[in-house]
């Protein structure tokens, strides 16, 4: 073999050995939206990729839990939520009579306490401000029934180690 083909072969074993080494690599990378809890002025509970609800600077009592909408503003003053399948139920504002100051935001209109399914297969963000309304689309879209969880002990959890209720079996850690 003259120098040329030995340049040739080698050249094509090492772009061989380059590409298998990045396929592989791609398949070991874990998609870590469900595990990510937070940063250093912020934390978050992962809802349905891409949604998640987050607080920045929760050292702070007056911050409150935000979830952001892709079609609308969002809302603010999270308090507790739910994930069936591909429904995000989120509850906001003042969820008690204890707090009288607390209110959110339900399609730009300040409120006391809002109501909101995403359905992320269809793309749709909705909010409601009765509890009335929200039941009746859920009864007339044939919606689950959200069982509640309180967003500040998701957040807890989450920080010891667990995993939201909701997280998809093939992202759970080890597996």
């Avoid at 990729?49 to 909408?69: H, L, Q």
């Avoid at 989120?90 to 707090?99: A, R």
Wanted: net charge neutral.
């Amino acid at each position: 073999m003259d120098k040329r083909q030995i340049i040739v072969v080698s050249l094509l074993i090492v772009v061989c050995g380059c590409w298998n080494t990045s396929k592989q690599n791609k398949e070991k990378k874990q998609d870590d939206f469900y595990t990510t809890t937070g940063g250093w002025d912020w934390i978050r509970v992962p809802l349905l990729k891409p949604y998640d609800v987050r607080k920045t600077d929760p050292e702070i009592e007056a911050n409150s839990w935000t979830i952001k909408f892709y079609t609308s503003l969002g809302t603010y003053n999270v308090k507790q939520v739910d994930v069936k399948d591909s429904i995000i139920f989120v509850l906001s504002g003042k969820v008690d009579e204890k707090n009288d100051s607390d209110s959110t935001l339900v399609n730009l209109i300040n409120v006391p306490t809002g109501w909101y399914i995403i359905d992320t297969r269809k793309k749709i963000e909705k909010g409601f401000p009765s509890k009335e309304e929200f039941e009746m689309y859920i009864k007339e879209n044939h919606y689950p029934i959200p069982q509640w969880h309180n967003i500040d002990s998701l957040s807890n959890a989450l920080s010891q180690g667990a995993q939201v209720p909701w997280q998809p079996k093939d992202t759970l850690s080890g597996k």
